[in-house]
């Protein structure tokens, strides 16, 4: 059975840097494309950035250059880096497989819940 | 980037009766070498992660109620439930996968 588990969530202040995880079983997290996808408070869904099973990635405009995705295939778990983070990264953010290589998300975590607030 | 425009808003319909949201790309998702509409539908409730309905605009997920249909091609798409059971109210959400950075609908709220 597949399960993806996010922790790291919590309150940071603007500026500041968080690291979230995705902890993978059921399946091979270096097998397929992964993915993060954010949800804002009341709001609809965002994508944040993949992950290709030969390790590229890929990330929405919004969140480059700040936030680097990353993966330990020793430990089957995928790495959100957000570093100087905003008030509208404000968001539950999700991690999703994307099924055969494609861009769907078959698979969804529960969320984690990521407040950037002073 | 490909804008994704879902109408209506929100929806309200009766127990047993018909809903349909529509969805509207800025730009084509059908894929020409492989004939394929890369679009996808969630459903997501209060509290819990979307859940996959339809990918390739028309496929059904499995274990999705076949009252649940996708349709389209091109730039537009319409999520149809042929017969609304209440644990059908959620938020309907569609998606294009066809060119990064992927990108979603606004969301559709379905009520009874």
């Known amino acids: 059975e597949v399960q993806l588990v996010e922790t790291g969530g919590g309150l940071i202040q603007p500026g500041g840097s968080l690291r979230l995880s995705c902890a993978a079983s059921g399946f091979t997290v270096s097998s397929t494309y992964m993915s993060w996808v954010r949800q804002a408070p009341g709001k609809g869904l965002e994508w944040v950035s993949v992950i290709h099973s030969g390790g590229s990635t890929f990330y929405a405009d919004s969140v480059k250059g700040r936030f680097t995705f990353s993966r330990d295939n020793s430990k089957n778990t995928l790495y959100l880096q957000m570093n100087n983070l905003r008030l509208e990264d404000t968001a539950v953010y999700y991690c999703a497989t994307c099924r055969g290589g494609y861009g769907y998300f078959d698979y969804w975590g529960q969320g984690t819940l990521i407040t950037v607030s002073s | 980037d490909i804008v994704m425009t879902q109408s209506p808003d929100s929806l309200g319909v009766s127990l047993g009766e018909r809903a349909t949201i529509n969805c509207k790309s800025s730009q084509s998702v059908l894929y020409n070498s492989n004939n394929k509409n890369y679009l996808a539908w969630y459903q997501q409730k209060p509290g819990q992660p979307p859940k996959l309905l339809i990918y390739w605009a028309s496929t059904r997920e499995s274990g999705v109620p076949d009252r649940f249909s996708g349709s389209g091609s091109g730039t537009d798409f319409t999520l149809t439930i042929s017969s609304l059971q209440a644990e059908d109210v959620a938020v309907y959400y569609c998606?294009?996968?066809?060119?990064?950075?992927?990108?979603f609908g606004q969301g559709t709220k379905v009520e009874i």
């Open positions: 998606h294009q996968y066809y060119t990064t950075p992927w990108t």
